[in-house]
């Protein structure tokens, strides 16, 4: 059974880049068919789609955030990560990663997520 | 982009059956049966209840029923417990990308 875990720093300063990174165990960030994705949640508010990486390594991300999101995959260490770039206020969020089999739109299983706060 | 737009809140008692609208447009949930629900119980991550419009991932019970009608798509749970209360959020794919619904609040009295 695949499982996701977010880490990274829970405070970032405004301006500077946020960066955040998901381990996936239980199995192979390589597998076939699978998305690995990004979504955020403001504190009281709804989901958020960041953006999502296939296996393939094609990148497919929200036009509202495209121009400062970047995602990527470390095969090497069962990772993906997310940066978003020249933060503010509005990007204080709980960031989960998760990942889609197949459709690249269900997003079947979840990290727990983590608070990411943007702030002098 | 625009979120698609859900009820901010529901309510129903337990036993009965409440229904939660998504309306989209043309361009997303009119067009793809690539429609999904997610439950969000307060501070837990979202879990995935129904996926392309009316399928339900192994374990979520049957009370849990999803349809679509035009660009507008409803997710239906009959035999309301007390444990299904909880945020309610659906989502469709659109041009290569994913958008949200604002959430719906599901209170069981």
């Known amino acids: 059974q695949l499982q996701l875990q977010e880490s990274g720093p829970g405070l970032v300063k405004p301006s500077e880049t946020l960066s955040l990174t998901c381990t996936v165990s239980?199995?192979?960030?390589?597998?076939?068919?699978?998305?690995w994705g990004w979504i955020r949640q403001p504190p009281g508010k709804g989901l958020e789609w960041i953006g999502s990486i296939y296996y393939s390594g094609s990148t497919y991300y929200n036009p509202s955030l495209k121009s400062r999101v970047t995602i990527s995959v470390d095969t090497s260490k069962n990772q993906f990560s997310l940066k978003l770039s020249s933060v503010t206020a509005a990007d204080t969020a709980v960031y989960y990663c998760a990942t889609s089999h197949s459709s690249g739109d269900a997003f079947d299983i979840w990290g727990q997520g983590t608070m990411v706060t943007v702030s002098s | 982009q625009s979120a698609l737009t859900q009820p901010p809140s529901v309510s129903g008692s337990p036993g009965q059956s409440v229904t939660i609208s998504c309306t989209g447009t043309?361009?997303?949930?009119?067009?793809?049966?690539?429609v999904s629900w997610y439950q969000q119980p307060p501070g837990t991550a979202p879990k995935l209840m129904i996926y392309?419009?009316?399928n339900r991932p192994s374990g979520v019970p049957d009370r849990f029923s999803g349809s679509k009608s035009g660009n507008t798509a409803s997710l239906t749970i009959s035999g309301l417990q007390a444990e299904d209360e909880a945020d309610y959020y659906c989502s469709s794919y659109t041009s290569s990308s994913v958008v949200f619904g604002g959430g719906t609040k599901l209170t069981v009295l």
């Open positions: 239980g199995g192979s960030i390589s597998s076939s068919s699978y998305y």
């Open positions: 043309s361009s997303d949930v009119g067009s793809y049966n690539r």
């Open positions: 392309e419009v009316s």
